[in-house]
Structures are given as C-alpha cells and as structure tokens.
C-alpha cells in the first residue's frame, strides 16, 4: 500500500517480491489534490488518483532492481513526491 499525505508518499522505499506487484494507492484524508502514480522507464502502470475517488489500484510485473516511484503532475516530483521501489 502506497499512502500519500500532500507532496509526499507515506514511506521513502518500499519493498516487493519480483512478478506482479499489485499497488494500493491511497489519498490522506488531509490531501485534497489530483495525483497519479509511474514508474521509471518503459512501464505500464499509471494510477490516477484525486480527492473524490481517494483510491486506486494497479498491477505491473518487474523484475529485480530498484525502480523510481513518483508522481509526475507538474511540480509534484520536483517537491519531493518521489520514493524507491526495491524489488528482490
């Protein structure tokens, strides 16, 4: 589960088993924003998520490797909404 509380995801690094990694990813009920959700790299997972709706689940397969989580609305990643996806 991936929670954010205004610019910023709840964790720094995160950690899943290679294959397919389903995310949770939940608003705080203080964060009144649109926000969404993308890997680094060539990845089909993309979650958007915004003040109505506060949730959203997606799955992606990965390998092993270390993977940059952020969000990608402008401004977002630039003030820190970013964390590591450590997959083993």
């Keep these: 589960m991936i929670g954010i509380d205004t610019l910023k995801f709840d964790e720094e690094c ?3 088993g290679a294959g397919e990694i ?11 924003q649109i926000h ?3 890997l680094d790299g060539e ?8 003040a109505l709706s506060r949730e959203a689940q997606g799955s992606v397969t990965l390998d092993s490797g270390s993977y940059a989580l952020f969000c990608s609305i402008t401004g977002h990643r630039a003030a820190g909404m970013e964390a590591r996806l450590v997959v083993s």
């Excluded at 389903?22 to 203080?30: A, G, V």
């Excluded at 990845?43 to 915004?50: A, S, V, Y």
């Design 36 to 38: 969404d959700l993308r």
């Design 43 to 50: 990845f089909p997972l993309f979650l958007e998520i915004d």
């Design 22 to 32: 389903t995310f949770d990813y939940l608003l705080s009920p203080e964060s009144n």
């Design 14 to 16: 995160y950690t899943a």
